[in-house]
């Protein structure tokens, strides 16, 4: 998935290449006492959980000291991240031009308003998984729990610095971006290291 997103040396507003579930504004946050619960358990008007399974698949630990066999279709997987590239000349926006990236040489799109030559910036994540209102009385850095629609799961998240009850911000869970390999189609599995793990200790394969 691929999102085109402004950043300091771009002047470009996002984009999303990849179709994302319609997004309606949050309803008005309504006001607590002191003493009250938790304001975002039970408040549906604080969260707005997003339809993420289009875009994101669930992975399990392999066994430890696992090494791929030969007929194992192994993948490149790395953290979210963001890069630059410069528009070709002869391309305007909506046309498709190929960049290296991290993750390798891949298509994406110039962005509305995005010039020849220009600078763009795009980033290499999947869609949000919340996004969320700060309630009343909830300071930066305390966490806010709530319970997920689909399964129920209890989930905490701190609310980030600098923000105030009444600001929004969006969430997206702990992933990585895994690039199908050569000779891989829908319904194979993959494996691939962790790339969140290499620095605390040996490959952990996924």
Known sequence: L???KACEKCEVELIETAEEPAREPLPPAEGSEDGDRDPLLGDECFVRE????RHVVESKRLPVGY????DALEA????PTEFQAVVPEGCGPGDAFTVRSPHGMIEVDVPPGAKPNETVCYRLAPPADYMIEVPPHVAPGKDMKFKREHDGKLVSV?????LRPGDVFEVTS?????RVPEGAGG???VVFVNAHALQ???????
């Open 158 to 162: 701190p609310v980030p610095e600098g």
């Open 187 to 189: 319904g194979q599995a």
């Open 2 to 4: 691929f999102e085109c």
């Open 50 to 53: 997003f339809d993420t399974s």
């Open 67 to 70: 090494t791929p066999g030969p």
């Open 200 to 206: 605390s200790g040996p490959a952990e394969w996924l």
């Open 174 to 178: 702990p992933v990585l971006m895994v």
């Open 76 to 79: 490149a997987a790395i953290p």
